[in-house]
């Protein structure tokens, strides 16, 4: 098959990258395309992009269908994800067959040796030489360059023979400029709803306020659990990340340590229950014996062990932040809260808890406290020791 490479940043996916794919496949050059994102950007390093399985996840939504797939292969490169090294392990046999194969291409096609192609802008030619290993990407694929009506497209001459054109619409936009302004006009419906549901490129930005070596962090962490928690979980305690670093700000409480523990809270939750339990034990003994406990205390070791986290504070916040605990710290209160009404929770009716988190903490976490609570009462199940304590302290 000739299959088209698509890799981009995808912060946000816009029309602009809908016309390029379609232009691709419309010019009858290509029989797919694979939209791979990038996770570590050569380019855009630091504090510019989200991480990646927020960006992954979207292009998912919106780019599948029968001839369009959404490649993870740059979560499985060490360090910047440069196009040489994504090309080098993508065309390998032994990943690219059972890849078709599981988007439904079948056997025999999949098996077939196919030709690859690097779909780009027209822009990126001029300085193409200056990529990493150009000779390398050049040996893997032939470019395919956009070119949009009305311009005109030079191949440099150290290029000749490596570039195919094809035409698209002519859509100007740029994920920069709509990052930069919050309108989400030329963003395309399923990543619109996307954006909404975790309430992603709010303004101002709540990681203005965070450091850029914890946002390095937060990225490295959020890239190691896309292997160990499924979708859901993971944009979930990457919400609670972003949430936490919000209400930190707000409350005067360090915004790097409950970034932190916010996005790695719930990270041991699809251990096997086994491991769960084994690691919790190592942490507090049998204080926490409940399945659904266990997670907590086994992901602060988890998260020190895998991701070097080794802050007392950021650790104890995500041990207690299911159950609360006496003396809780804003910080630990701060992880608590966020994780119940993260934006892409929808158990209950949240608002009035979400708008009470913004002004007041204390009164926040004793609204989540009561709810979870009458949950317990409802359900005939005991309240935990320490959740009781939590009730105490807020005065419940
Ligand atoms: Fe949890
Ligand atoms: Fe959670």
Redesign the pocket.
Known sequence: MRIGLFGGSFDPVHKGHISIVKGALRSGLVDIVVVIPTVINSFKQGKILLPAPYRFYMAKDVFESEKVFVSDIEYSIDGVSYTAKTLELLTKRDHIVPFLEKKGVKSRKAKEEHSYFWICGSDILPSFMTWYKPDVILSYVTLLAARRPGTDLTVPAELEGHVLTFDIDGIEVSSSDIRRRGDLTDVPGKAKEFIKLHNLYELPNPLDKVSEEAYVKFCECANSMYFILGRKRLLH?LNVGILSAKLAAIFGVDTDKALIAGAV??CA?ELPIEVQRELAYKVSGDVFSEE?LL??PA?AYYARENFGIDDREILDAVTY??TGKGDMSDLEKIVFLA?KIEPSRTYTDLTDIRAEALKDLDKAAAMCVKAVKAKFESKNMPIHPLTMAFMEQLGL
């Open positions: 305690t809270h719930d939750k659904k997670h907590s992901g932040h299911t994780d």
